[in-house]
């Protein structure tokens, strides 16, 4: 190794929650991604029912408080997006915070914009989701998005959209 921080590109899925979209977060939350270097290369706005989220969240089936969230869930519409970068999924979750409203530090998207929640009910209101690793992310993907609505970048050496193509 050289002493080089590897370039792992990769996509990372996040979900702006029905709190997020009623409160009218989604612009806010949008721009942190963005200056953070990382682009939208998918996004939808739907709203889902039960059975899509019982499945996205299928990991916590167990969990006292999965029936809750997936009620929640399914109450209004959210956005899931993709978003791809180097280490997407890390910065991703740096980005949002901690899951807990009352652990996440000033800065992060949920210590700005989350209200209620604690270790006792952690579904909270914390407005948004983000794929906690990169096999996730490639779950959580698959599963919201066919492959042709995700759009392939050009790579940044390519002419911007605007430019003459010297065709």
């Known amino acids: 190794m050289n002493g080089k921080m590897s370039d ?3 996509r990372t899925f996040i979900m702006i929650k029905p709190d997020g979209v ?6 806010k939350i949008i721009k942190r991604f963005e200056n953070k270097g990382l682009k939208l ?4 706005f739907i ?5 899509k989220f019982a499945e996205h969240y299928a990991e916590l089936a167990g969990r006292k408080f999965f029936s809750a969230l997936v009620k929640y869930m399914s109450r209004g519409p959210v956005m899931p997006m993709v978003w791809e970068g180097l280490h997407a999924v890390e ?11 009352e652990e996440c530090a ?10 209620q929640g604690n270790r006792n009910h952690p579904m909270g209101r914390n407005v948004v989701h ?9 779950r959580e993907i698959d599963l919201w998005f066919k492959k042709d609505e995700i759009v392939e970048w050009k ?7 605007y430019e003459e193509d010297d065709d």
């Open 91 to 101: 910065i991703g979750r740096v980005i949002l915070g901690q899951t807990c409203s």
């Open 106 to 115: 000033p800065g992060t998207i949920r210590g700005d914009f989350s209200i």
């Open 41 to 44: 290369v998918a996004i939808k």
């Open 47 to 51: 709203w889902a029912k039960e059975e």
């Open 155 to 161: 790579s940044a050496m390519h002419s911007w959209i």
């Open 130 to 138: 983000g794929s906690d690793s990169v096999e996730s992310a490639i």
């Open 8 to 10: 792992v590109r990769e």
């Open 22 to 27: 009623q409160r009218t977060l989604v612009g």
